[in-house]
């Protein structure tokens, strides 16, 4: 019967976070009858239950009975009672006007929130880029948005779990009427997709740092050689190819090959199944009467059996062609035209090419080259990937190329817009954290709201570690919101599997004095969803965050069942990407540190520990330095795949061991805290 309840509330919850347009801003949720209904069936129940525990009670007490089975009843209905009147509050809670904007405040932080409208006339499919105006000049004017544009952010809400997650944004001319804002369908989008998931474009906190903005993640292919190595996305064939000062320098000498032949430098290696696409790129020709560009729709890059659309030009002249090439045959100049000018060399140019089925079109500087050409049937290819090549007899091409952005392409493009905005009232969020109905998602959010509307105290406080439970834990305010979620001091046996994953002790973390017993709660939902930086710190300040500390960033690719999560095994670990971050220590020193997605040690030896901020790309320890991690598993173990040497304990032993002096003694003394 619960299932049946609780799975109801689950559904009525993600509809409920599922838009606000003008009608439900105004109307509330009272328009769904749905909801309506369920609260009549549990108005209902509890009236059925009631009645049936004091059935039981009657009897207990009539009887003086210790029957086992009455006790249990007497408590099962009891605790049906409390959970259907949960149920009720949060039904009630849905139903009330403006209570949505309010949630939506408690999920992103932010006072403006607008969901962003996508009307389709076929099927959109997954990594299409997205892109709506939004009038940022107004914005700042009326004091809504920063000027740098950091606060514009987009978030994604997938249908099966209600949880919002922020997602790379690019935004173009900013502080203008006319700004702007591009992203990535994290799904397939139907009619189906749409009405289970959402995006929204929010804004409006004055304190906000740079949003997530990466252009791999907004766009299907990206390079602005700001990387040197290009084997990362790039698969060489021939010719001296550099990335230098951020832009890609390709020379080539005699061509590959028979005299006149084309030949593929180099291909975006994951780019066979670009389809439908415009591509947009920078270049630069510094030789004379070579003919060079890139090549679609690349299926086979030998040039024996080549199969892909060449659009060349000649350096120097006006001349310019698509050329196809099919299981080796050359099309030779079969589609013709002529641009304005003659290319310049040494200066740039800005090109755009779209393929869609059997036609393509062709721009440079924004003038249009070829219009919707179709090409033959012969020639057609379905779809491939992107290559750069040079045919120019014995003496080379040397082309210079920057800025080469894929997107998917539909032929009627689908219209975006802005539904209207929710603001929310902060002054409804005054009290967070005081008690466990009312728990804060973060002492950071407390210390906001103190700032504006009360006064900052240090102490304890609710916060959430789930969307429907919380613990009681310390909060450093006083330093800007920091929680405390984990505290250590000595060694602990098989600490893998409880530390930061579950709820340990919580008693102890009424203070972040040490020593103290181990203790911690399950932070990887307030580590997942409402933190962006990690502190160890040492555990001299009974009254909050130690003299001593080491800070740094979270991850940007975390994600709430594998963060910090052991069981994940050292095969998943060892293989995850390692990204530079800055640490932060106490004495205004910094040092660039390592970690990966799990915020997991990878190395083979070390024991899994975590938090973790590695030496290296390998996940080392150092004696000494800034990168710091705290060991889980006992020497001489191994648990899911990790082995402890004993060299994994890279923290401070005591409180004037900053930085560690060694990282193979297991006592260690730290205090974990979460902003």
Known sequence: MFALFVVLLLHCSCDAFGGFDANSSAQGLHTYSEIHEA???????????????????????????????????????????????????????????SSFCEKFYSYFDFKFAREIKINF????????????????????????????????????????????????????????????????????????????????FVYGNKEAGKAKENPENVYLFFDDF????????????????????????????????AEGATGISLFIKNGYDFEDIEIELDFSEIRKDVAAGPLLRVQDTRLKSLSAWWFQYISG????????????????????????????????????FRVFGDRFSYWLNKQLIFNNTKVSSKWFISKGTFGIGCQSGNTGCYTFYDNIKITKYVPIPPTVYLGKECKVDLKTFQGLGTSEKNPAKSCKQIYDMSMKYGKVENGMYWIKTSADRSVYTYCDLLN???????????FVDDLYKFWLIKDYNLDALSSPALPSKVACFDARYLATYYASSVMF????????????WAQWSLPDEREMDSFWTYS???????????????????????????????????YFNQGGSYPSATYDKAGKTKEN?????????????????????GSGYDSPQSYSDWPNAQSNYASQYVTVWLK
């Open 568 to 602: 994940v095994g050292f095969s998943a670990v060892s293989k995850a990407k390692m990204y530079p971050v800055s640490v932060k220590f106490y004495d205004g020193q910094e040092q660039y540190c390592f970690q990966n997605k799990y915020g997991i040690m990878p």
């Open 39 to 97: 609260k009549n069936l549990i108005d209902a129940l509890s009236f059925k239950l009631n009645l049936n525990f004091k059935k039981y009670e009657e009897k207990y007490e009539s009887l003086q009975l210790q029957s086992n089975e009455y006790l249990a009843q007497k408590y099962s209905a009891k605790e049906e009672i409390k959970t259907l009147y949960k149920l009720k509050d949060l039904l009630n809670d849905f139903t009330k006007k």
């Open 226 to 257: 700001s990387d040197i190595y290009l084997e990362k996305k790039w698969f060489k064939v021939f010719g001296d190819i550099d990335v230098e000062n951020g832009v890609l320098k390709l020379k080539t000498n005699e061509n590959q090959g």
């Open 317 to 352: 002249s006006t001349s310019c062609t698509m050329r196809p090439y099919k299981d080796g045959f050359d099309g030779k100049w079969m589609y013709q035209s002529n641009f304005q000018k003659p290319l310049s060399l040494g200066s740039w140019y800005h090109a755009k």
């Open 537 to 548: 710190a040492s555990g001299d300040n009974q009254f909050g965050i130690g003299s001593k």
């Open 121 to 200: 006339s076929a099927p959109l499919q997954k990594d299409y880029t997205v892109a709506f105006k939004v009038n940022h000049r107004e914005l700042i004017d009326y004091g809504q948005a920063l000027a740098n544009g950091y606060d514009l952010r987009v978030y994604f809400r997938k249908d099966k779990d209600c949880q919002p997650k922020e997602i790379d944004r690019i935004i173009k001319d900013i502080t203008t009427t006319k700004t702007m804002v591009f992203f990535k369908l994290q799904e397939d989008f139907s009619e189906s997709m749409r009405d289970g998931s959402a995006y929204y």
């Open 480 to 490: 800007g919101g920091w929680t405390l979620v984990g505290k250590i001091s000595g």
């Open 625 to 645: 330095d800034y990168c710091m991690a705290i060991g889980v598993l006992k020497p001489g173990e191994t648990a899911e795949g990790f082995t402890q040497n």
